[in-house]
Nanobody, 124 residues
Framework: QVQLVESGGGLVQAGGSLRLSCATS????????MGWFRQAPGKDREFVIG????????HYADSVKDRFTISRDNLKNTAYLQMNSLKPEDTGVYYC?????????????????WGKGTPVTVYP
């Protein structure tokens, strides 16, 4: 069993930055990836960004390329989402997810574990 705990969400003005963290605990086996999904009010949940834990390869949604960066700290078992140049349309609840496998892109239903989410609000 793997537990994921997100932190770092909050309120920020458009153009600002936030860094989200996803701390993992529990035992993992083999290859896996971690990533972030988000759900805006009234919209479907969408994949934002992912990273393969062993290779470091990443996958970004087009809407966040050149603005968001995902990284990992192997010693802390923590993934980070650095969000720059935030826009009001980035508003939503951000969920950390964990998926066994080697692809840095994965779906919500294809994930094995999920965090409870952290809210991000970007105001104009």
């Amino acid at each position: 069993q793997v537990q994921l705990v997100e932190s770092g969400g909050g309120l920020v003005q458009a153009g600002g930055s936030l860094r989200l963290s996803c701390a993992t605990s529990g035992r993992t086996f083999g290859r896996y990836s971690m990533g972030w999904f988000r759900q805006a009010p009234g919209k479907d949940r969408e994949f934002v960004i992912g990273i393969n834990w062993s290779s470091g390869s990443t996958h970004y949604a087009d809407s966040v390329k050149d603005r968001f960066t995902i990284s990992r700290d192997n010693l802390k078992n923590t993934a980070y989402l650095q969000m720059n140049s935030l826009k009001p349309e980035d508003t939503g609840v951000y969920y950390c997810a964990f998926a066994y496998g080697s692809s840095s892109y994965f779906t919500w239903d294809g994930s094995n574990y999920w965090g409870k989410g952290t809210p991000v609000t970007v105001y104009p």
